[in-house]
């Protein structure tokens, strides 16, 4: 006993609706996907309670994708659980695309072993959602944000900005997760393409929920996100392909509790091209991409340290990290490049109360971050008494009269040559060569309540960039510039603060 459906034929992007019926409620529903044109062909199920089912990127991933009532039988990206019956929705969109193509989607529904199914890739043992009556469209309702991974309080090495087959990397999540581990990462969040993971194989890293929104003209990861949002072109305000749909995302990615994140903001032909996007709507800026990548080559890193500059000027307490958005397998190389593109190049680090998503998402949203291709760093920064991290607002300390502000930074072992740059309110204010000892130590006044910020930079003996560490500051300034638009124009134009 079962049924099956043919879907497919002739698709003109952006995006259209298909519909099946499924006459009882059966105990797995298999898809067989085929497309002749394979990038960014993208699927997403709809069951008959309007519940999210199944988000899939054709190309990387199996062929033949599984929901099922088992979680233990369901395929990476599903949400398991009842299959109810009723009228189903397939919704198919072919990102950049704009020329029409042939595909097509065999569904089958049933009971039992399923038959013919070659090896599904499955969620893993770490379930994050299952289906519930009721539910909303799709909420991460199984993910522990509290769960410890380490109790103690210090700097913890993550990727911001990762991808397996699941959408267009070549790593399965299990891989993924080995290569995390030799690169002695403690955590990263997944960010597929407009795909969020509904579980992930269970290990000793913690593994953040996350998606990379992803349009031709641009691409925003929202960390830590907890529910699907209407991204699509289905979407009243047209979703991620209009400039206030992209707000719109932007907005509903923030109440869903999601770090937002422009990711390679100056890397053409993946730039952020969305003019009219509130910069209020902005919490990080992915300042150092996959620095393997050919396109990514010194001019791209540097813009987006200047155009943080420039919105740090602006009065905008925005944090810069990093991500790999390694793609490849760690045998490849790009062309140019020494090393491969791998997750944990750069090293994003935070100081976190603990090892859990909570801990880290909020230190997150706290500042307390450096980017790293080689230093491993110590940063005390003291006024008086109080300990301080990256990122504090030293306003009520300092008060209205002067502090002096005691910044060491210490690194794992000696960079002969490299260069500790102290940056404050755009301007290179001192440069100190590490000469014979791993520490830096610069004490400097700040006075008063004025708007003032200080960010540090190392920079290797041919002006390369080796870390970042996100600014201290005191006081506030009115924004005078509000969109993104406004940012590239002023960032072009303004030089000297
Ligand atoms: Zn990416």
Same mark, same amino acid.
């Given at each position: 006993?079962?049924?099956?459906?043919?879907?497919?034929?002739?698709?003109?992007?952006?995006?259209?609706?298909?519909?099946?019926?499924?006459?009882?409620?059966?105990?797995?529903?298999?898809?067989?996907?085929?497309?002749?044109?394979p990038?960014?062909?993208?699927?997403?199920?709809?069951?008959?309670?309007?519940?999210?089912?199944?988000?899939?990127?054709?190309?990387k991933?199996?062929?033949?994708?599984?929901?099922?009532?088992d979680?233990?039988?369901?395929?990476?990206?599903?949400?398991?659980?009842?299959?109810?019956?009723?009228?189903?929705?397939? #919704?198919?969109? %072919? !990102?950049g695309?704009? =020329?029409?193509? *042939?595909?097509?989607?065999?569904?089958? /529904?049933?009971?039992?072993? @399923?038959?013919n199914?070659?090896?599904?890739?499955?969620?893993?043992d770490?379930?994050?959602?299952?289906?519930?009556?009721?539910?909303?469209?799709?909420?991460?309702?199984?993910?522990?944000?509290?769960?410890?991974?380490?109790?103690?309080?210090?700097?913890?090495k993550g990727?911001?900005?990762?991808?397996?087959?699941?959408?267009?990397?070549?790593?399965?999540?299990?891989?993924?997760?080995?290569?995390?581990?030799?690169?002695?990462?403690?955590?990263?969040?997944?960010?597929?393409h407009?795909?969020?993971?509904?579980?992930?194989?269970?290990?000793?890293?913690l593994?953040?929920?996350?998606?990379?929104?992803?349009?031709?003209?641009?691409?925003?990861?929202?960390?830590?996100?907890?529910?699907?949002?209407?991204?699509?072109?289905?979407? #009243?305000?047209? %979703? !991620?392909?209009?400039? =206030?749909g992209? *707000?719109?995302?932007?907005?509903?990615? /923030?109440?869903?509790?999601a @770090?937002?994140?422009?990711?390679?903001?100056?890397?053409?032909?993946?730039?952020?091209?969305?003019?009219?996007?509130?910069?209020?709507?902005?919490?990080?800026?992915?300042?150092?991409?996959?620095?393997?990548?050919?396109?990514?080559?010194?001019?791209?890193?540097?813009?987006?340290?200047?155009?943080?500059?420039?919105?740090?000027?602006?009065?905008?307490?925005?944090?810069?990290?990093?991500?790999?958005?390694a793609?490849n397998?760690?045998?490849?190389?790009?062309?140019?490049?020494?090393?491969p593109?791998?997750?944990?190049?750069?090293?994003t680090?935070?100081?976190?109360?603990?090892?859990?998503?909570?801990?880290?998402?909020k230190?997150?949203s706290?500042?307390?971050?450096?980017?790293?291709?080689?230093?491993?760093?110590?940063?005390?920064?003291?006024? %008086?008494?109080?300990?301080?991290?990256?990122?504090?607002?030293?306003?009520?300390?300092?008060g209205?009269?002067?502090?002096?502000?005691?910044?060491?930074?210490?690194?794992n072992?000696?960079?002969k040559?490299?260069?500790?740059?102290?940056?404050?309110?755009?301007?290179?204010?001192?440069?100190?060569?590490?000469?014979?000892?791993?520490?830096?130590?610069?004490?400097?006044?700040?006075?008063g309540?004025?708007?003032?910020?200080?960010?540090?930079?190392?920079?290797?003996r041919?002006?390369?960039?080796?870390?970042?560490?996100?600014p201290?500051?005191?006081?506030?300034r009115?924004?005078?510039?509000?969109?993104?638009?406004?940012?590239?124009?002023?960032?072009?134009?303004?030089?000297?603060?």
């Amino acid at each position: 006993m079962g049924i099956q459906h043919k879907i497919g034929g002739c698709f003109r992007p952006p995006e259209k609706n298909y519909r099946f019926f499924l006459d009882c409620n059966y105990e797995w529903i298999t898809f067989n996907v085929y497309a002749d044109e394979p990038s960014w062909f993208m699927m997403l199920i709809w069951d008959s309670s309007g519940v999210l089912r199944l988000q899939y990127l054709y190309g990387k991933a199996p062929n033949t994708v599984v929901i099922h009532n088992d979680k233990n039988m369901t395929s990476a990206a599903a949400l398991p659980g009842k299959i109810p019956a009723g009228e189903w929705r397939i #919704e198919v969109s %072919g !990102i950049g695309k704009d =020329s029409s193509f *042939n595909f097509c989607i065999n569904i089958e /529904g049933g009971f039992g072993k @399923i038959k013919n199914l070659e090896q599904p890739q499955l969620i893993g043992d770490d379930l994050w959602a299952t289906y519930e009556p009721n539910m909303e469209l799709f909420i991460i309702n199984n993910y522990d944000w509290d769960k410890k991974y380490n109790q103690n309080k210090g700097w913890y090495k993550g990727d911001f900005h990762t991808h397996t087959n699941i959408s267009d990397g070549k790593l399965t999540p299990h891989e993924l997760l080995e290569q995390a581990k030799k690169q002695n990462l403690d955590f990263f969040v997944t960010t597929e393409h407009n795909i969020i993971h509904t579980g992930f194989p269970k290990s000793n890293i913690l593994v953040i929920p996350g998606i990379e929104i992803t349009d031709l003209k641009g691409h925003f990861n929202a960390i830590g996100i907890k529910k699907w949002i209407d991204w699509t072109y289905d979407s #009243e305000d047209g %979703g !991620i392909y209009t400039e =206030s749909g992209m *707000n719109r995302v932007l907005s509903e990615a /923030g109440t869903a509790c999601a @770090i937002r994140s422009i990711n390679h903001p100056n890397l053409a032909p993946w730039s952020w091209e969305f003019k009219e996007t509130l910069l209020e709507n902005i919490d990080t800026i992915e300042i150092w991409n996959d620095p393997t990548f050919p396109g990514n080559n010194f001019m791209a890193t540097q813009q987006a340290l200047e155009l943080w500059d420039v919105l740090w000027r602006d009065g905008y307490n925005i944090w810069g990290i990093g991500g790999s958005d390694a793609h490849n397998f760690p045998s490849e190389r790009y062309d140019g490049s020494e090393l491969p593109s791998i997750i944990g190049d750069p090293g994003t680090f935070v100081f976190s109360d603990s090892l859990c998503a909570t801990s880290i998402l909020k230190a997150v949203s706290m500042g307390r971050i450096y980017v790293s291709r080689g230093p491993i760093m110590e940063i005390t920064i003291k006024v %008086g008494d109080y300990v301080l991290y990256p990122g504090c607002d030293l306003t009520d300390i300092i008060g209205i009269g002067a502090k002096q502000i005691y910044y060491k930074i210490k690194v794992n072992k000696f960079y002969k040559g490299c260069t500790v740059v102290w940056i404050e309110n755009r301007v290179i204010v001192e440069k100190q060569e590490f000469l014979e000892s791993c520490e830096i130590l610069r004490c400097f006044l700040w006075k008063g309540k004025t708007y003032k910020w200080l960010r540090v930079e190392i920079r290797d003996r041919n002006n390369r960039l080796l870390a970042f560490v996100n600014p201290i500051y005191k006081g506030t300034r009115n924004h005078k510039i509000v969109t993104w638009g406004q940012l590239i124009e002023t960032s072009g134009g303004i030089k000297v603060d």
